[in-house]
């Protein structure tokens, strides 16, 4: 189903889609509330959804095709800093993920994210859609939370690596405000997402983290207690200036297809911190991180990848431990205090298990 005011939107979109032998589109809505009408009838595999309607908001109608019809949705963004917002807060209510339109021009450049709209369809398509965690889930995290929290803790000793693609916004979102605010380590995320977003999502993380969070910028000193989100098209790797750590950012050419890649970033953790090095890789689509993640392993760092029950894609985490290249399994709801445990032991981790073990857990 194609929801989406623009009458010449819903054309254009599904145009696009029924050129794959794949896709059929079985209805179209230009709103929420006749989305939300149609959906009994039609019942569509996965719906693609526009945010800025009238009536009835993409917002307001997610919440009930996630709640009631557990139906896998894609969002269809603008690149405007409204659009960001809203493209983030769909993502925590629940949509799989989103693609985004054109900055001007829309009727003639949409087909230019044809392919990204069909393989994100595809993908939803294979999804099972997960509801996310309640609201009130965080709420002890934003009154503890204290405006002008400080990061200047100084240079940190071990370095956490994380990865993710396709659900690492809604994961990254629940783990990362249950990490304390004594940080014993920096914390580097490479989430693949378009230039401008990366910025507003670390924005909205640190209004709800103990932590520091900002988006990485060229020269960043690595401190404990604050995580640097890599900036959308630039590949993000650290260099040692002595014993500081510090962020480089890159704009060679994408790899495994990304600009930030997951890969890059951990190469380049694995070569500067070796043994002090942790390496997560989540949920994703592709492959990613794999070979990464076993550079970090063969350096003598830790490896995890999160489980599969938890992941709303398991090819990245399943990828790395086909290749042999994960210590340990862990569920998203494990990863705050594993990575507190791991951070504070005194003995060295990097004998870890022949065979990847799993930790779950609640919080």
Known sequence: MVVDDSALMRKLISEILMKDPELEVVSTAMDGLFALKKIPQSKPDVI??????????????????????????????????????????????????????????????????????ITKVKLASRTTVKKPPAPEAIKPVQQIYRPGKSSLRGPTKKIVAIGTSTGGPNAISYFLP?????????????????????????????????????????????????????????????????????????????????????????????????????????????????????????????????????????GMPRAALDRGHVHEVVSLDAVPGRLTTLLTETSPYADGPAQAHSISGTI
Do not use: W
């Open 48 to 117: 693609t959804l526009d945010l800025d309607m009238p009536r009835m908001d993409g917002l307001t109608a997610l919440r009930y095709i996630v709640n009631d019809f557990k139906i896998p949705v894609v969002l269809v963004s603008s690149l405007t800093t409204n659009g960001g917002n809203l493209t983030l807060e769909g993502l925590a209510l629940g949509a799989v993920d989103f693609v985004t339109k054109p900055k001007d021009s829309i009727s003639v450049h949409i087909h230019e994210v044809a392919r990204e709209l």
């Open 178 to 314: 249950r990490l304390p605010e004594d940080m014993t380590a920096a914390i580097l995320i490479v989430q693949h997402m378009p230039e401008g977003f990366t910025e507003m999502f670390a924005n909205r993380l640190d209004q709800v983290c103990r932590i520091r969070v900002k988006e990485a910028k060229e020269g960043d000193q690595l401190v404990s207690g604050t995580a640097f989100i890599a900036p959308g098209n630039r590949h993000l790797k650290v260099a040692k200036v002595g014993s500081t750590g510090v962020a480089v950012l890159s704009a060679s050419p994408p790899v495994n297809g990304h600009r930030p890649s997951v890969d890059v970033l951990f190469d380049s953790v694995s070569r500067e911190y070796g043994s002090d090095a942790i390496g997560l890789l989540m949920t994703g689509m592709g492959e990613d991180g794999a070979h990464g993640l076993g550079s970090i392993k063969a350096m003598g760092g830790y490896t995890m990848a999160q489980d599969e029950a938890s992941c709303v894609v398991f």
